[in-house]
């Protein structure tokens, strides 16, 4: 059982350029999510979806855009990238007893 | 003041140590209450999880919960070397609701 994945693990971009992080989830779960962490900051929720077809904002937003086409995939993209993205992203899904099941996480660095 | 509020650490403990970490809350809509456990360059994965008020036990981590303090607290005893993570708080009002909230995490060493 897969689990969530997400890839890639690592990326490096320079700022201004555009991107896509990908995640997969194989466990029907209607929810899925986006987190960014940062030291010192915690896990801070930047889009959701409560199913395909719907998706809101969290806590830190701008900058980024989420779509969720299928239950499966829930991508996010990052379209002119900028220092202050540098972080560590996980996507998670979340089953119904509200536990959240995270990938491995994705860390990005913005030149 | 952040919703939930977490001592960062780092904290250190030998081998066979009871360990106790804790957050604190300002919520008090908050019913349901889970501690993830994150080793480095790995996503958070959930290690207990709890309903209200009480007690919960599994092998060798006791969460506890004390809303009318808004407090909780994870033990580990016996900790182990495998036992050295960060470990989250994370709290949420309702079934449904759109966000759990995340304490910063508590970086623990257990020294052989």
Redesign the interface.
Known sequence: NAG?TQTPKFQVLKTGQSMTLQCAQDMNHEYMSWYRQDP????R?IH?S?GAGIT?Q??VPNGYNVSRSTTEDFPLRLLSAAPSQTSVY?C?S?D??????????T?LSVL | QKEVEQDPGPLSVPEGAIVSLNCTYSNSAFQYFMWYRQYSRKGPELLMYTYSSGNKEDGRFTAQVDKSSKYISLFIRDSQPSDSATYLCAMISETGANNLFFGTGTRLTVIP
């Open positions: 969530v010192g900051m915690g896990l929720l959701y409560v809101d969290g806590e996980f998670a979340r119904s007893n509200e536990k959240l099941f995270f990938g491995s996480g860390q």
